[in-house]
């Protein structure tokens, strides 16, 4: 079961509002829970969502891409615009 509300922890008698700490997965993406904290601390942990962009495995990209290679230099972060699928390409 996901704990995004608080009405899960309340439900199995326990108050999270009563803790010196609570641990969750994705505190910081639910109002609810976000709201409660006194403070907060968000850590970059492996599993499905992992957003430590430099763990993730990449392999089949085209090198240097930036944030990957920090070694680039001056990247083009500038905005570019793809022709939607069904657009041909000329």
Do not use: C
């Not at 495995?57 to 090198?63: L, Q, T």
């Not at 905005?79 to 657009?87: H, K, M, Q, T, W």
């Amino acid at each position: 079961m996901a704990y995004h509300y608080e009405n899960a922890f309340t439900r199995l008698g326990l108050n999270p509002r009563e803790t010196d700490i609570l641990i969750v997965k994705i505190g910081y993406l639910v109002p609810e829970l976000y709201d409660m904290r006194a403070d907060w601390v968000m850590a970059l942990t492996p599993g499905g969502v992992d957003q430590d962009l430099l763990r993730l495995g990449y392999e089949r990209i085209n090198r240097p891409m930036y944030p990957l290679d920090r070694d680039m230099e001056d990247p083009d972060l500038s905005a570019r615009f793809i022709p939607v699928s069904d657009e041909i390409l000329r």
